[in-house]
């Protein structure tokens, strides 16, 4: 069986790989993301596929997980922030409303792709400025989308129907069974 490798430079997406596949190898894609025109589920599948297939081209003994995570909330996608000032906005945005978290996941090997979109839908508390302020400051926003994690510790979330993983960039559950349609328990 070929190797597995992670089309992805994310430190969460390798801490939840790692949780669930002992042998792995990290290669970043080159993939440029563009979203224009496309639903958030649309985005986030896209984007997955994009930097599988890019990875897989320059390792076609390979197998290539690749995902992408996006935020939306009211019909506007939310991707990563520009800096501590977008990040500020993006929270004051999520503020007490309702949004969807969806990750694209997509599994490449030599005649075998499996592609999946997974969405969690979540609830934010009513951010105070002092709080926004006091979690940009932490610089944890920054690489997140939606500028935010579910896991920083923050009293950002109040509930969330789904799977937190996927919330964190990587959803687990749909991954070990993606991953055991294409070699069993090797991983």
């Known amino acids: 069986m070929s190797a597995l490798i992670l089309a992805s430079n994310s430190p969460r997406r390798r801490e939840l790989l790692a949780t ?3 042998n792995f190898l990290v290669e970043p894609s080159r993939f440029e993301e563009r979203a224009e025109g496309f639903s958030a589920r649309e985005t986030a599948q896209r984007f997955a596929r994009g930097k599988a297939e890019e990875v897989f081209s320059r390792f076609p003994a390979c197998t290539v997980l690749g995902a992408d995570t ?7 996608i939310l ?3 520009a800096d501590d000032g977008q990040a500020a906005q993006m929270l004051r945005f999520l503020s007490g409303k309702t949004h969807s978290v969806f990750t694209g996941v997509c ?8 592609e999946r979109t997974v969405e969690t839908k979540v609830v934010f508390y009513d951010l105070t400025e002092d709080l926004i302020q006091a979690y940009v400051r932490s610089g944890k926003p920054r690489d997140k989308a939606g500028a935010y994690g579910i896991q920083d510790g ?3 979330v109040k509930r969330y129907e789904g799977s937190y993983t996927n919330v964190m960039g990587l959803p687990v559950e749909e991954v070990r ?6 070699g069993g328990n090797k991983w």
């Open 20 to 22: 669930i596949a002992e």
């Open 70 to 76: 996006v935020v939306s909330c009211g019909g506007e």
């Open 79 to 81: 991707g990563k922030p």
């Open 107 to 114: 599994l490449l090997a030599a005649g075998f792709r499996e």
């Open 154 to 156: 923050y009293p950002l």
């Open 177 to 182: 069974a993606m991953l055991a349609a294409r």
